[in-house]
């Protein structure tokens, strides 16, 4: 098995545990160049919010699309899209990947900014 396949069986695991809660998840996904975070709710599978390092505004505002300082502009732009949206409580859906480095820093600006989880 490769680490694409390893990464992708924990994502599985961990969304068939938030889906037994049928509660809305902020889902993570990083690539080598950008980061992309989601609120998508848990009865109906909508995205309810979004945000990601490809959107003009982050793009002008960031020097690196693909540093923590990106991870943690995404956090608190999800954070305040998805309080707006009257969403605070969220399950935190990392899909697959290590909480460390860039999915712990946007999870953590997250949480800074208003959601819970």
């Given amino acids: 098995m490769n680490n694409e396949n390893i990464r992708l069986r924990r994502a599985r695991k961990t969304r068939a545990k938030i889906a037994e809660l049928n509660i809305t998840r902020l889902t993570v996904h990083r690539s080598n160049t950008n ?3 989601q609120i998508i709710d848990g ?5 309810l919010a979004a945000a990601s390092t490809l ?5 002008k505002k ?3 699309t693909s540093n923590k300082e ?6 608190k732009r999800i954070a ?3 309080v707006k949206a009257g969403i605070k409580v969220v399950a935190f859906d990392r899909s697959g990947f290590k909480y460390h480095g860039r999915i712990k820093a946007l999870a ?3 949480r800074e900014n208003g959601l819970t989880f």
């Fill in 108 to 110: 953590d600006a997250a």
């Fill in 43 to 47: 009865k109906n599978n909508k995205v």
């Fill in 80 to 82: 305040e899209k998805a």
């Fill in 62 to 64: 960031l020097k690196n």
């Fill in 70 to 75: 990106a991870a943690v502009e995404i956090g």
């Fill in 55 to 59: 959107e003009a505004d982050v793009k």
């Fill in 35 to 37: 980061i992309y975070a």
